[in-house]
Structure formats: structure tokens, C-alpha cells
């Protein structure tokens, strides 16, 4: 069978490797895909975008494509797997109206307070002095969210009166956001170690991907701007197992019945990202969509057929499966290009992707491409993640950060410390 992975990041690489090789599958299609999944064997790109849809329906029917699997959220929110059930093609992900607990962070918080499960405190609010009433009443510092799809940069957390204001009218005024920032979600601030957690749903079964965290500032410390990611991690030691019963029993489970319950039913990869407070685990966000980078080191240490997976997701069996995992820790360290998560150049050529890598190590592409000689250069922010097993975490980073060495690019940057909290754990 022929599969279509829709995306062009480092998470696309890492599911289409992992899909590429079960041994029902005899090509994975990426559109767009990037010079990693260009070069990677059992694999090709095609020049279609990831939210064309028309498009990448006339892709998945040109090539009799079995199953199509959709990386990014943009796609899904603008209803890709409604499109492709219409048209009689197998597209793994929630509807656009189930992606809304993505596109939408009053609906998710609307959503949660429905069903009981824990998040922070809220309001949503689509005026200035509406909104500072709630700022007063909610106390500081303050989180201010923009409702919609804001590629990560729509979440910001005010100390200060002023800036609160300040940011406020910026979101509300449509010119920081757009249409997402036209409604406002504001959140009680909450303090704890947070972690990703994602499992593969189907209705009300599930399976638990393994535990991850990911370090989205962009500096080492946890400082600095957020970015998409700078690196990530799996597991994640922090959700031992008194969490993870927890982030199950009071998170996972009552989310995938309240959609149910709500004329929801999800199927897809569904991501909570959790804090863990004092008082538990409350969710920050969902997503509905698999994590970069967390993606990375999870398809390292899958060791099951995600085909399978997915296939049993599809027709409501998941609960017969059990997945293998490598029981190492696999880190992934981000290779930025310079400026980011502000401006930055493209084109520079990538050295050292031909190095010897040993079978426990794996470079992941996401912005990069090939140019008209076919050299790899970079064509994005976060270029590459260089990802490793290890048997402890600090033998993981140990690892990455031999080899990550053996890569580069002008201005090339990643954080030195990827991994700290889990080896300060171990
Ligand atoms: P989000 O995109 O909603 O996950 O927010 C991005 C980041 O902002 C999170 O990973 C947290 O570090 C931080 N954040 C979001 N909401 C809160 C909150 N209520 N309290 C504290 N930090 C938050
Ligand atoms: N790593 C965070 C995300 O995928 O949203």
C-alpha cells in the first residue's frame, strides 16, 4: 500500500520514516515534505502544500493511496479528513469540528469546563475592559491566549498592569493575530514542571504514546523567547506513574467521552499539554495533531507497526493492541538557523549530513530542502533535530550532542543543556 504523509517538518520525517517501514507499506508519498524525506529510501516528495486540499486529494487518487496521515493542525482545523472521507479516501485525523479543540482555545476551555477537567482558570473576552475586569478579578501575573490557530505565538503571560492592557489591545485589534486574536482567552497563571502527553485515539479507546517534554524557550535554562521547540525528550521521568494514572483517569479519559458525549467522536493523534501543579495535572492546551519535536524521539523508540496502529484506530480496535517500546531514552537537539525565532536567512548550505551516524542516532529534517544541484540547504527556522537513544537520559544527551557536533551551517545555533530536568531527575 502507498501512504501520503501531508506536511513538510521534522514531525512528517519522523512519521514517515516510522510508517516506511512496515512491511505493508511500499512507498510513503510527503507533500511537501523536506530534503530529509526526499532522500530517505522507500520515499518521495510531491510539490503539492499541506493545506491545498484539492490538491492533496487529487495526489492520494493519482497514486491509489491507501491511507493518508496529516502532520500539522492547519490542515485539519480546515477540515482535510471531512474532505477525504467525502471523496471516499482513508485519512487518519479528527474532523474540523473536533480539531476545534486546537483552532480554538475558548472552545477547548469552554470544552473542559463542560466536562470537569482540570485547566487553569478562565474567561474569554472580546473587549479591552472587559477583559481588565477579568484581569483584576483572575490577579497576577495573568496569561493572555488569542483564541485561534497562532503558530505557537498567540500565548502571552503578563506581570504587569500595563503590559496586560498593552498586549490585550494588540490582540483585540486584529493586528498581532488577525482574526485569531479577535476573541482573547485569559488564564489564571499557573506554576509546575509541564510535559507533552499524546495518545492515539478512536472514539473512546485510546493508546498512550510514551510520555514526553519538550524546552520551548530558545535559550539554555529555559529562557528567552518560545519557540516551536528546541528539543524533546522521551519519557519524560516526571510522569512516573502516580501521574500518568492521573493525567488518564482525570485528563484523557473524561476529554475522549466529552467528545463523544458532545457529538465529537476524535480519532487521531490527540496531544495534552499538562502542567503538573501542586494540586495535579491541568491541561495548558490541546492539541490534535502529534508534537515537533516531541515526534521525534517517540518514533525512535516506537518499535511496534504505526501502520497497524493506525489501522486499528480507523476501525475502532485499538483497544486489542499493546505497543512495544524501546525501554532507552531517546533526545532530540533542534539545529535553529541564526535569528530565530525572528527573522533568519535560508539557503545556506548543510555540511556533515553524510557523517557515519551509527543506528541508535537519527537526523530528522524540517526546514530544509534541496537546491537546484542537490545540495541539502536550509529553507526554515528549525532545521534539523539530531536524535538519540541512550540508556539513561544522560547518556542520551551525551550522545546527541557527539554527533549533533558533526553538523552545521553559517549561524547555525541549538541549546547545550536539551534534557536537563529528566537528568536531574535520574
Ligand atoms: P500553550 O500554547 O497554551 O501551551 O502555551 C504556551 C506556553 O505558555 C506553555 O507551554 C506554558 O509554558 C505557558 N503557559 C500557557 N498557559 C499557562 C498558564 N495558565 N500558566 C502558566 N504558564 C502557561
Ligand atoms: N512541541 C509543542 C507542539 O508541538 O505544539
Known sequence: MKL?????GGREHALAWKLAQSEK?????????????????????AGVGAEDIDGLIELARSESVGLTVVGPEAPLAAGIVDRFEAAGLKCFGPSADAARLESSKAFAKEFMSRHDIPTAAFGVVDNVEEGMEMIHGIGLPVVLKADGLAAGKGVVICEEEADARATLEDMLSGEAFGQAGRRVVIEEFLIGEEASFIVVASGTQYLSMASSQDHKRRD???RGPNTGGMGAYSPAPVVDETVYRKIIGDIIEPTLSGLADDDLPFTGFLYAGVILTAT????????VRFGDPETQPIMLRLKSDLVEIIEHALEGTLDDLSPEWDERTALAVVMAAGGYPGRYDKGHPITGLESAFPEDVKVFHAGTSLD????????????????????????????AYQWIAQIGFEDAFYRSDIGFRAIGRS
Not at 501520503?4 to 513538510?8: A, D, I, M
Not at 511537501?32 to 530517505?40: H, K, V
Not at 544541484?373 to 544522560?394: D, F, I, Y
Open 4 to 8: 501520503l504523509v501531508v506536511g513538510g
Open 25 to 45: 507499506v511500499s512507498e510513503v508519498i510527503v507533500a511537501p515534505g523536506n530534503a530529509g524525506t526526499a532522500r530517505e529510501p522507500g520515499m518521495r516528495n
Open 220 to 222: 539554555d535554562g529555559d
Open 280 to 287: 495535579g495535572p491541568k491541561v495548558l492546551e490541546f492539541n
Open 372 to 399: 537546484e544541484h542537490g545540495q541539502v540547504v536550509t529553507s526554515g527556522g528549525r532545521v534539523l533535530a539530531l536524535c538519540a537513544l541512550g540508556e539513561t537520559p544522560k547518556k542520551a544527551q551525551a550522545r
